[in-house]
């Protein structure tokens, strides 16, 4: 096995089995471990449940107060928001009395020892009263359960219950705390069956059409949603319901009244699209809209299941001519570079055949925080020989790996971005964007535009590097005797 992932410091040796090194000749389910607890020692990346819950799947959600019940720091955590911006359009053609509509409602419940000795309902009742009395506005109100608040066992399904029919406004309780599971992923499964099973059935639409979809798993990152709404739109394809980029509460409600279910994102959002599928019996299916090809193909898809696969290739035609000489000359400027691509799971394997392919691009390998094995298989299955498939790397694995495989190229997030940067390289921000949109034709450009601009901007050129020692690692061990 070239690669040498666990030499730069202490090894980890559990940390050898989430790695695998690509051989076209091993068997299917040949993956490395993944979606299993991070190894004590090893500084993962990854977020927490009550993340992939509130950041993820509720946050984007625009009308609604966020209520975090817990110490004030899930709370902090809870505010950054994953750059999802929203415009004021209600569905009924109302406007969203809050102008500044991209900072979302997060109320936190301050926890304090005392709540935790003797418990936080109390306090948790009257920050919902608080927060209908200050955002009367607000369509609904979400709870979460975080770390502490789900050691010291408060019901948030008791409260939301009581407090509903005090306020006679929805209040949904989200019982994701932190340790729910070993990864973000964990809250995405939760959000996914609380919105279903508390929401999904409950309203109805202002109005319907016979070409209603839901897009689930958009979460508009930098305008994603608005792009693909855009392309659906032209082909007379009306999103009905989002699930939740720029979408509002009772949105959700009405899902069940869609004709199809097109799902964006695999990894956060199956789950809905198959127990609306399983209960109301509307089909749904997998997409991928990044990059020329697979948002052609995919378009055309979606397209034929209503018959209109002729405007889908009049629009592909359309977009075609418009991006194609831009792309052209990115795809020279690209040829041969060195990717190596980090993502949540999904941008992994969505990403890396378009770099090859429509950019002529060596990608090196691909990772994931959290993704499961049916994710993995993907992202192998679009790689060549000898690439490499990472669970969940830490900083010094991906320091190790841009040396020895003399990457140009770094695509993760903020968490990477800057480490990465001092060791002379660049790094492109993939989960939340530099200049967004990427997906779909137009997204593309933007895409190839930011890496051509990292990769040959001059800096890196500036750079002077001193060799130094590597510092021995201490042994805690020794000295603590
Ligand atoms: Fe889906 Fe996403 Fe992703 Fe994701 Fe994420 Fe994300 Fe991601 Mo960051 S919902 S799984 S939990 S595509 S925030 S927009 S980029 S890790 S690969």
Redesign the pocket.
């Given at each position: 096995m070239p690669f040498k992932l666990f030499e730069v410091s202490k090894p980890i040796p559990e940390r050898k089995e989430h790695t695998y090194v690509k051989h076209c000749g091993d068997p299917e389910d040949c993956l490395p471990k993944c979606n299993s607890k991070t190894i004590p020692g090893s500084m993962t990346e990854r977020g927490c449940a009550f993340a992939?819950a509130k950041g993820?799947i509720t946050g984007a959600i625009k009308d609604v107060a966020h209520i975090v019940h817990s110490p004030v720091g899930c709370t902090a955590y809870g505010y950054g928001t994953?750059r999802y911006p929203t415009t004021t359009d209600m569905p009924d053609g109302s406007q969203f009395p809050i102008k500044d509509f991209n900072i979302k409602y997060i109320i936190g419940t301050d926890l304090q020892e005392s709540d935790v000795v003797f418990g936080g309902m109390k306090k948790l009742r009257q920050a919902i009263l608080d927060t209908n009395k200050e955002f009367p506005f607000v369509s609904a109100i979400y709870l979460y359960a975080t770390c502490t608040t789900g050691l010291i066992g408060d019901d948030l399904d008791a409260v939301a219950k009581e407090m509903e029919e005090e306020l006679g406004k929805p209040i949904i309780a989200f019982n994701a705390p932190g340790f729910a599971g070993p990864t973000?992923s964990k809250g995405?499964t939760i959000g996914n069956n609380v919105l279903f099973s508390k929401l999904v059935g409950t309203t109805e639409p202002p109005a319907t059409t016979p070409y209603d979809i839901n897009l689930i798993?958009e979460?508009n990152?930098d305008g994603d949603l608005w792009l693909l709404k855009d392309y659906f739109k032209e082909i007379g394809i009306n999103v009905l319901s989002t699930f939740t980029g720029d979408c509002c509460h009772d949105e959700i409600g009405w899902m069940h009244r869609a004709k199809l279910s097109v799902v964006r994102?695999q990894?956060?959002s199956t789950y809905i699209a198959k127990m609306i599928e399983d209960k109301y019996g509307i089909p749904y299916m997998k997409t991928d809209f990044f990059s020329t090809k697979y948002c052609a193909e995919n378009l055309k898809t979606v397209a034929r299941f209503f018959g209109l696969e002729d405007k889908a290739d009049e629009l592909i035609a359309k977009k075609m001519a418009e991006v194609g000489p831009e792309l052209e000359f990115y795809r020279k400027k690209l040829a041969g570079k060195k990717a190596f691509i980090f993502?949540?799971?999904?941008?992994?394997y969505h990403l890396s055949v378009p770099l090859q392919e429509e950019l002529d691009m060596d990608v090196t390998g691909v990772s994931s925080?959290f993704e499961h094995e049916d994710g993995f298989e993907k992202m192998k299955s679009r790689l060549d020989e000898g690439k490499l498939v990472i669970d969940d790397p830490n900083a010094l694995e991906l320091e190790e790996l841009i040396e020895d495989y003399d990457i140009d190229l770094i695509m993760g997030?903020v968490k990477e971005k800057y480490f990465v940067h001092k060791l002379g390289i660049p790094c492109l921000l993939?989960?939340s964007y530099e200049n967004g949109p990427y997906i779909g034709f137009e997204g593309f450009v933007n895409l190839a535009r930011d890496m051509y601009t990292a990769i040959y901007n001059p800096v890196w050129n500036m750079l002077e590097f001193e060799e130094t020692e590597e510092p021995d690692v201490p042994n805690v061990e020794e000295e603590a005797k």
């Open positions: 992939g993820v994953k973000q995405h798993g979460y990152i994102c990894r956060s993502s949540g799971g999904p941008k992994s925080m997030g993939i989960h």
